[in-house]
């Protein structure tokens, strides 16, 4: 019996050192390039983006580290470009028990970090996204043709690719729950008159239903301000954008049943002061989507000074014509569809 009892210690003894050996090469030696590059290729191709990692290699036992990704994508004014520094993402295990998939991520890009945790269970994604002082004028290539306030210092704003230059810090949480679309498949025979042959038609189930969505949005933008800078048009050829400095932008918004409802937006800068208020009511369609509520705001006498150049001049007339308005405010209320005219009509 001690002999039986020695011969099953070493082969346990054996079996566990051979098999932690195994474990720890395959943790050293897996090939997460190989596997990253086949997972990415296809999403290149349909997507048209150039997607490029300096490093990647595991974080601990069930996450996984990414430093270096450098995202491009070709438009219209250019090259579209994305950089982040890092990005950690683990599979929680404890969660694995109750049957529910938990990942906790942490992205760190524009001098701020994003840190993400999504949990999966019954075909409902619980998101749970805190942003922490991402620089909105750091998210852009580093090399633009973009006129800026200085020339040694080109502009890197994402946006300015699309319209102008937009900076600002970003703080806030997004708490979201998103259903999944459901899996229907259903069959369909038909005929073909040259063939005579039956053929099966698989009608996949429809996509995410944005109506269905809830959850809360918070976001504060400290130092927002667009421009100057210029956008291309075809009949007016560039069009300068002067500076707009909103200063503090803040919005808070509930998502619920197919409503979004607008419990708090508003912009007091250097440019004059804004408020919103209403709610936006969301199709499955989203160009069939609108808006209902009210505009308050008030244009500051020094934006309307800076407005010397011919094209803007315009807009500074348009401006005057409001009239002085209520307190300096003017109010419009009305509806704005997403594709369409809006309705709008002025109060004061």
Known sequence: MEKFRAILLKVLLYGSFLMGTFLLFLYWTFPYTRIFDRVISPIQKRARLKIQVKD????YLTGVSIKGLNIQKQVKKGTAEVQINRIVANLSILPLFLLRQEIQARVEAAQGSLDLTASHRSRIVDVDLKIKDINLGALGPPNSAFRHRSKSDPPRPLLAMIFSPVYGRVNGSVKLKVPLPGAKVATKKTSKKKTRRRRRYRRRGRGLDITKVSGRIKLRINGFSVGPGYFATQQ??????????????????????????????????????????????????????????????????????GLNTPVLSMLKGLINSMGPGKSGFHLYKGRIPFRGRPRLRRVY
Not at 56 to 59: I, K, Q, T, V
Not at 248 to 253: E, T
């Open 56 to 59: 990647l290699r595991p974080h």
């Open 236 to 305: 007016l050829g560039e069009v300068p954008v002067p500076l707009v400095q909103l200063g503090r932008f803040v919005i808070d918004i509930r998502i619920d049943k197919g409503r979004v409802t607008i419990m708090q937006c508003f912009s007091k800068g250097g440019a004059g002061e804004l408020f919103v208020k209403g709610f936006v009511v969301l199709r499955r369609a989203i160009p069939y989507s609108y808006f209902q509520g009210e505009f308050r705001f008030r244009v500051s006498e020094s934006f309307k000074n």
